[in-house]
């Protein structure tokens, strides 16, 4: 078998890291890029079902459609619906399929007209991926374990 | 140092072109009782400049024509829709916008034989009065006292003939009501009015990639920078929606257009199992039932404004004879959805009107 020489291992070494410092640095422009500008609304998933809309320009929270869920989640959790708008404190609390000794876990979801912004700011799952994004303006927020995710448009839906 | 300099060139370049780049801005204007967005396609200084006069034309149309409320302390006009009504029988002066859109609306108070007038305010408010009751407001039919109250209201008043004049005399513009039976109430054309100057000012500097949402009735559209065909799909609502009823009841695609719908599913209350509406017919003095929403597509937002209003009152019939009549100088389309839930798109022309 024929042996790479120190310069061949090297030029290797130095490909890789050109390529990963490349490839992290096309990250970080998308992530700076593809989601600029403002967005006109966004929109909280269950699954595939768009469940909630928050509209920053008219400034209003809409309650599209409605989880079906057991009976012992709304006294176990307190909330007579999920997803629940709670007003007082801007944020829509939804049911997550990710389970702790099988019972589904809260995902809270925060918005913020002026900034016209969203935040997962409460959700238990094994590494709190999406808690950790913070606050988004554009780029979508998901909850994997949760099967629950933000999505922004910046496109207003015209209706007359 | 040859590569070094290049690159910062390059960078220096690409840094200087960008704020050159067209991008989308989105504003919001309150005026009029509701939220006016307005989204252009521009280099960010051009968009601030137009936004800037697009604010200034609604507060102007939003100032002249409020009925609530007086001209502010430091406003530069002469006076308001609210001053004018509280001095019927007296010549008042007023701005050139004002005599403009007034001498407007009595336009097309003579195109509609009348179904459209803005000098039956005194009605309006005594139907809105009950719309906006606290009972009704709560989620309760209102009581038969209550609409006996109101019959007993309506009935003292008469809609007036020749209710206002308007004139000029050496460069100025006066306004004079007839009586104190006259109030005059713009809410069914104002907004559209201001829409299509906001128009015409864009369309005067070629703003081409636009669009204008005032309120949830009336849209202004250019074209989609998005789309091949330059059109943008605007979903119609459903004005009689049921439970298993989708949001929209159809689709239609508008490029260059305003889009103006006139409804009975807002502001209106239920007495008898009867859906009484804010779209009060001049001739009955009360709402008609002919239909659920109409939408008219058109190149004057104004126009359709005032005209959605004034047909909502029409019979079908009545209808089919004003629009034959009046197609020959004006240009425009009407979907209707019926009181009994049928689609009429036999006034459709060109725009695609696609059913859901």
């Known amino acids: 078998m024929k042996t790479k ?9 130095i490909l890789v890291i050109t390529l990963f410092l490349l490839m992290g640095g096309v990250f970080l422009v998308y992530r700076m890029t593809a989601f600029r500008g403002e967005s006109a609304s966004a929109s909280v998933y269950y699954g595939t079902e768009k469940m909630v809309t928050v509209d920053f320009g008219l400034q209003n929270v809409n309650i599209v459609s409605k989880q ?3 009976n012992k989640y709304y006294d176990l959790y307190g909330y007579n619906q999920f997803p629940y708008h709670d007003v007082e404190k801007n944020s829509i609390v939804l049911l997550g399929d990710y389970t702790v000794r099988g019972v589904r876990q809260l995902v809270v979801v925060s918005y913020d007209f002026e900034k016209k912004s969203m935040q ?18 554009g780029f979508p927020l998901i909850c994997l374990p949760n099967n629950i995710y933000v999505r922004f448009e910046q496109e207003r839906q015209l209706e007359v | ?13 690409i840094i200087t072109l960008s704020a050159c780049t067209k991008d989308t801005h989105r504003f919001y204007i309150s005026a009029m009782d509701t939220i006016i967005e307005a989204e252009v396609r521009d280099t960010k200084k051009n968009a601030n400049k137009n936004i800037k006069v697009i604010e200034d034309i609604y507060l102007t149309y939003h100032h002249l024509t ?8 430091d406003s530069a006009f002469k006076t308001n829709i609210y001053a004018i009504n509280k001095r019927p029988g007296e010549k008042i002066e007023i701005d050139f916008e004002l005599y403009e859109i007034l001498a407007k609306a009595e336009e097309y108070r003579i195109l509609t034989d009348g179904y459209f007038d803005v000098s039956i305010g005194k009605i309006i408010d005594v139907w809105k009065e009950v719309i906006q009751s606290e009972d009704w407001l709560e989620g309760n039919d209102i009581t038969e006292a209550e609409w006996e109250e109101l019959v007993r209201k309506i009935d003292e008043i008469e809609v007036q003939e020749n209710a206002y004049t308007l004139f000029h005399e050496d460069g100025k513009y006066y306004i004079k009501l007839k009586n104190d039976q006259v109030k005059l109430d713009l809410g069914a054309f104002a907004k559209g009015y201001a829409t299509q100057k906001a128009y015409e000012y864009l369309e005067k500097n070629k703003v081409k990639n636009f669009i204008i949402v005032a309120g949830g009735s009336s849209i202004y559209l250019g074209e989609n920078a998005k789309s091949e065909d330059k059109q943008f799909p605007v979903g119609l609502i459903n004005p009689n929606r049921q439970k298993n009823d989708g949001r929209l009841y159809g689709e239609i695609k508008v490029k260059n257009n305003s889009i103006t719908s006139s ?28 239909y659920h929403s109409l939408t008219m597509v058109t190149k004057d937002a104004g126009f359709a404004d005032a005209i959605t209003t004034a047909i909502f009152s029409m019979s079908p019939e009545f209808l089919e004879s004003w629009v034959e009549r009046v197609r020959e100088t004006y240009d425009f389309e009407i979907i209707i959805f019926n009181y009994d839930n049928t689609i009429d798109t036999r006034y459709m022309v060109d725009t695609e009107f696609e059913l859901r």
């Not at chain 2, 140092?1 to 370049?13: N, R």
């Not at chain 2, 009975?264 to 709402?287: A, R």
């Open chain 1, 5 to 13: 020489s120190p310069l061949q291992k090297k030029r290797d070494l």
């Open chain 1, 68 to 70: 079906a869920v057991e």
């Open chain 1, 120 to 137: 997962i700011i409460d959700e238990k799952s094994p590494n709190n991926i999406c808690s950790k994004e913070g606050e988004s303006t």
């Open chain 2, 1 to 13: 140092m040859k590569k070094i300099f290049s690159i910062v060139t390059v960078i220096a370049l």
């Open chain 2, 66 to 73: 409020d009925n609530f409320r007086d001209l502010p302390i």
């Open chain 2, 263 to 290: 409804g009975n599913n807002e502001q209106f209350f239920m007495y008898g199992d009867i859906k009484y509406h804010h779209l009060i017919s001049t001739k009955t003095k009360y709402p008609m039932h002919y």
